[in-house]
């Protein structure tokens, strides 16, 4: 199955109104600065951009899906003066320079790029600036998907290595998926760094 070909749409649209999961908050507690330029990678239905914008934030919202960037425009309403957006996939688009990167279970799909991406995520943030997203492990039911790149915990030290502050959190269970919560085995790492 090629996750990246089958469209995200009804995902992204299906999505929409949802709350802003906890992820977001416990990256932006890795940030001491002001509010500056956040970039969310794979922002889907936008739900954490407007989060991100309505905290003050200038936004650029990079996703795969065009219907992202319809969605992304609706959701951010009167925000949308502080909101980019880029249709594009992880490897071909440029990440501006950031104070903050934000990848919510979108990075995955880069499937062999990733490397490269994470590449770019670091050229884009500067010292002190933070990032904050999802990478699956081994044991997830999608690892061995096309276009779908598992890690581990060694290439998540070694991607990071040098950055002055690390913070690793790990789920290997099943849980619900989707917007009809079938069941999958979900192994995945929420890292939060700071430059
Ligand atoms: C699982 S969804 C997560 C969306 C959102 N971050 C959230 O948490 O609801 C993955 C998102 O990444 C986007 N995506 C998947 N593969 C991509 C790629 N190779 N390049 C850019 N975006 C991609 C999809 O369009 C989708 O919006």
Redesign the pocket.
Known sequence: MA??ED??AE??EG?RG?PA?PFLGLALDFVNRPPGLAV??????G??TRALLQLGWRVHA????SH?AAVLAEEAGALGDRLTTEI??????EIPVADFVF????LP???D?LDEVMGHVGQALGPGSVFGGHFFGPNDDWAGED?VRAVDRPWIDHTFEGWSMLDIEEFDDDSPYGLEGAMKHWHWYFVRARR
């Not at 594009?88 to 688009?93: A, I, L, Q, S």
Request: no cysteine; net charge negative.
């Open positions: 996750l990246v469209g995200w995902f992204i999505t949802r999961m969310e990678l794979g922002a889907g239905s739900v954490e990079i996703d795969g899906d992202s594009g996939y992880f490897g071909d688009v990848a919510q279970f979108s799909f880069a499937g790029r276009d």
